[in-house]
């Protein structure tokens, strides 16, 4: 079946430290949505990508879709306090039902002052 | 825009007891999934409906689980009966009717079965 691993599964950084985690996928995909679960809440949108090689920011939060559209990565600049959660890809097969998202394993973030 | 409303937040029960989570999809939303998330096996799709009719249900684990969506404005996961291994947060989300759309997830619920 269809694999989706994020790394690293923790991690714990310094604030003001960058973060980046990283989603892969055994298939090709047709688009990818990030989520941010904040502790003890559900998970809600990020953003979602589409083409190939696609890069979008949004403030400091820069994703970006592989080239082969197989991976993604997010990535955080200077990390906050708020930005604490676990950060979820989640993927659109190209074949089979389009609308059955399936979620990566996750990664979950701490900051520290 | 009240969003995704799922009831109960919490619930306790035994083993052996039924258990029914209900949730109220955003208006106009075609969409609407159940989730399972767990530490050991994070965020499971159980099933998932468009305009009412389910559509896949190959991630509900055995016969004990059942989903139904008697009109657009909502839906009903059911367990009977409940086991310790059942205990879990239950999401329902929704989405619009287009391929990518996001979905928009209820506060979830929080299931301990002793």
């Known amino acids: 079946g269809q694999q989706v691993m994020q790394i690293p599964q923790y991690q714990h950084v310094q604030e003001g430290e960058d973060f980046t985690t990283y989603c892969n996928s055994s298939?090709?995909?047709?688009?990818i949505q990030w989520y941010k679960q904040r502790p003890g809440g559900h998970p809600v949108f990020l953003i979602q990508?589409?083409?190939?090689?696609e890069v979008k920011k949004q403030k400091r939060l820069t994703f970006q879709f592989g080239e082969a559209k197989k991976n993604s990565s997010l990535h955080i600049t200077a990390t906050q306090t708020t930005d604490v959660g676990t950060y979820f890809c989640?993927?659109?097969?190209?074949?089979?039902?389009?609308?059955?998202?399936?979620f990566g394993t996750g990664t979950r973030l701490q900051v520290t002052l | 825009d009240a969003g995704v409303i799922q009831s109960p937040r919490h619930e306790v029960t035994e083993m052996g007891q039924e258990v029914t989570l209900r949730c109220k999809p955003i208006?106009?939303?075609?969409?609407l999934f159940w989730y399972r998330q767990t530490m050991m096996r994070g965020l499971e799709l159980l099933i998932y409906?468009?305009?009412?009719?389910?559509?896949?249900d190959s991630g509900m684990p055995e016969d004990r689980f059942s989903a139904k969506m008697p009109n657009a404005s909502f839906s009903t996961l059911k367990i009977q009966p409940s086991e310790p291994r059942d205990s879990a947060v239950y999401f329902c989300?929704?989405?619009?009717?287009?391929?990518?759309?996001?979905?928009?997830f209820g506060n979830g619920t929080r299931l301990t079965v002793t």
């Open positions: 989300a929704s989405s619009l009717l287009r391929v990518g759309s996001p979905l928009h």
């Open positions: 298939t090709t995909l047709s688009n």
């Open positions: 990508l589409v083409k190939s090689g």
């Open positions: 989640a993927q659109f097969p190209y074949t089979g039902t389009a609308s059955k998202l399936t």
């Open positions: 208006s106009g939303h075609d969409y």
């Open positions: 409906f468009n305009n009412n009719v389910p559509i896949d």
